[in-house]
């Protein structure tokens, strides 16, 4: 791991975080995972380990057998395609997002009521597994489900269904230190201030 996180810090490389936390789980190595991260940042999919062995500076027989391995695990596809009246390989990624999209669903929970139910009641859906990420991000950063929950009213009630808004609601609280509903709550409760009227009763004429 420490190879590749080095590999990182020296390319500028996007690195789907899905992929990130479940790569393991699709039985990828971390070399394999290097090889796909490759792809995942190319708009020119063609299969060229020479490539590939260039950009990284890595053996291209290496190359070569982590893609193999790939295929052999279903992961991804070597197709043949027509692009300027020629048959070119491409390398096709459709495996891969299924099976990971699998995963995140696995980690659904099975008790009738969830967060994630809450959450799909709602939208009045079944949610993505990209959606099912965003949700266990906001647990992990330790975010009270109440509080979760509160941010989906909020954001139900001015009519917006989408978890982008959800996020900036959840980040303006805790940019204002709520760590629970009663927080909310309190700071929102109508201050009433008292009016001292100044007004001469000693004097008061009747």
Request: proline content about 3%; cysteine-free.
């Amino acid at each position: 791991m420490k190879e590749l996180i080095n590999m990182i810090k020296t390319r500028d490389l996007i690195i789907p975080n899905t992929l990130l936390r479940n790569y393991r789980q699709l039985k990828i190595t971390e070399f394999e995972l290097v090889v796909l991260i490759y792809y995942l940042n190319q708009n020119d999919l063609s299969y060229d380990p020479q490539k590939i062995s260039d950009y990284y500076d890595i053996p291209k027989t290496e190359i070569m057998e982590g893609i193999a391995s790939l295929q052999e695990k279903e992961l991804i596809q070597i197709e043949l395609v027509k692009q300027n009246n020629r048959q070119t390989e491409v390398i096709n990624l459709d495996n891969l997002f299924k099976r990971l999209g699998l995963v995140v669903v696995d980690k659904k929970p099975t008790e009738p009521n969830t967060i994630f139910t809450a959450f799909e009641k709602e939208f009045a859906r079944t949610l993505s597994p990209l959606e099912y990420e965003i949700i266990h991000a906001w647990q992990e950063q330790k975010i009270a489900d109440e509080l979760i929950l509160s941010a989906l009213k909020e954001a139900i009630y001015n009519g917006v269904r989408n978890m982008r808004y959800i996020d900036r609601i959840l980040n303006e609280w805790q940019k204002k230190g709520y760590q629970k509903v009663s927080d909310i709550k309190k700071e929102n409760k109508p201050k009433v201030e008292k009016t001292l009227v100044d007004y001469d009763w000693l004097n008061e004429k009747s």
